[in-house]
């Protein structure tokens, strides 16, 4: 019991000691709910204060920063496969035998240049043979039509001239088209691959004579998550790391987007383009690719100004040069500020220094913070 008493006696003198040199007690003990339990009543603050002052007379001592704006960085980062802007299998349209190559492993080419030509003097005869068909028939028909007004020639007679000539005109269309079909020609410029094929090689009709890419531009396919497939749309900037080369950083944007959410994955094909300057990427390699997506505007406010309890976080405003209690709903954390959800708006006051003896509704002396408060001369940092 003697031990159980000087315990008490030994607290009551703490607490007693803590209030009276220490100004911030009292609303502590005041929101425990002690000074109730004791029997007690807390100071009220002078009249038409709003509000009970602790620790002396006079409106609170504060600090307080502007509300600024700020936006949520969301960033989706991804992995994905890069591909040429164009690629393309060149096949035989026809059988015979390679008489000439246009180019060698791994050449850049132009559009329309040759690539292969098979034989074809069977088809330059046929052009030649169709050309002298058309003379022959052009000049039946120039004769026909001089002897038609000597009433010499019959309605069926100029009929079948007429035909001759159309036939024959068709003929060399076929023959220059057939021996057209015996050179292979670029449908766009750009660089060839490792060739298979040789002069004197026969090959038939589909078998492959060269793959051709333009990776002028590469595209990278990529899938983000269902939730921003409204905040994505083509031309948006990216980023793209190449993993095979580390520490580059590549722009680029978006270029297309599918029309349809995997079902299975709840993602979305999205597929961005780069400018392949230097020729140093190629289709096949894997790029982790970064896309900033806009965020949504909020306010911003100093860390310092985020109090908590067990309702939750909340800051202190200065409303009319009173203290306002505001709940706040916290949305992204950064180094100098937190944007958080609230009735806040930009160049609302907050209080950062001096919330410890604040209340709802007590008066405010807004004033500047300590560290901006020069020294007297000659004095000394501790």
């Known amino acids: 019991m003697r031990q159980l008493l000087l315990s008490i006696l030994l607290i009551a003198g703490t607490l007693a000691l803590w209030v009276a040199y220490v100004p911030s007690a009292m609303p502590v003990l005041d929101r425990l709910g002690v000074l109730d339990l004791v029997g007690l009543e807390a100071p009220e603050a002078d009249s038409g204060s709003g509000g009970r002052r602790f620790g002396g007379g006079g409106p609170a001592a504060v600090v307080v920063t502007e509300v600024d704006e700020g936006t949520i960085r969301d960033q989706v980062i991804a992995i994905g496969d890069g591909q040429a802007l164009r690629n393309v299998t060149v096949r035989a349209k026809v059988t ?3 008489v000439e190559l246009g180019l060698s492993d791994g050449d850049r080419v132009e559009a329309n240049a040759v690539l292969v030509r098979l034989d074809d003097e069977a088809e330059r005869i046929a052009v030649e043979r169709a050309r002298l068909v058309l003379d022959d ?7 026909i039509v001089r002897l038609e007004n000597t009433g010499a020639v019959t309605e069926v007679r100029r009929r079948e001239a007429n035909l001759a000539l159309r036939t024959a005109e068709l003929g060399l269309r076929q023959a220059e088209f057939d021996l057209a079909e015996r050179t292979v020609r670029a449908p766009f410029a750009g660089w060839a691959g490792v060739l298979d094929i040789s002069v004197g090689d026969r090959v038939s009709s589909g078998d492959t004579l060269v793959t051709l890419t333009d990776r002028s531009k590469i595209l990278i396919d990529f899938h983000v998550p269902e939730r921003v497939v409204g905040r994505i749309a083509p031309g948006m900037p990216l980023a793209a790391h190449p993993l095979a080369l580390p520490g580059l950083e590549l ?22 383009r780069l400018e392949n300057d230097g020729d140093r990427l190629r289709g096949g390699m894997a790029f982790e690719v970064a896309l900033s997506l806009p965020g949504e505007a909020l306010p911003s406010v100093d860390p310092l100004a985020v109090q908590w309890s067990s309702e939750g976080a909340y800051v202190w405003v ?31 006051q907050v209080v950062t220094e001096g919330v410890q003896t604040l209340r709802p509704g007590a008066e405010l002396r807004i004033v500047a913070p300590q560290a901006a408060v020069k020294r007297p001369p000659g004095a000394q940092s501790l």
């Open 318 to 348: 200065v409303r009319d040069g009173k203290a306002a209690r505001v709940p706040v709903k916290i949305r992204q954390r950064n180094a100098d500020s937190v944007l958080v959800e609230a009735e806040l708006e930009p160049g609302d």
């Open 96 to 98: 015979g035998q390679v």
């Open 137 to 143: 028939a052009r000049e039946e028909a120039e004769r």
């Open 251 to 272: 722009a680029g944007e978006v270029h297309a987007l599918d029309n349809i959410v995997d079902s299975t994955s709840r993602t979305l094909r999205v597929q961005g």
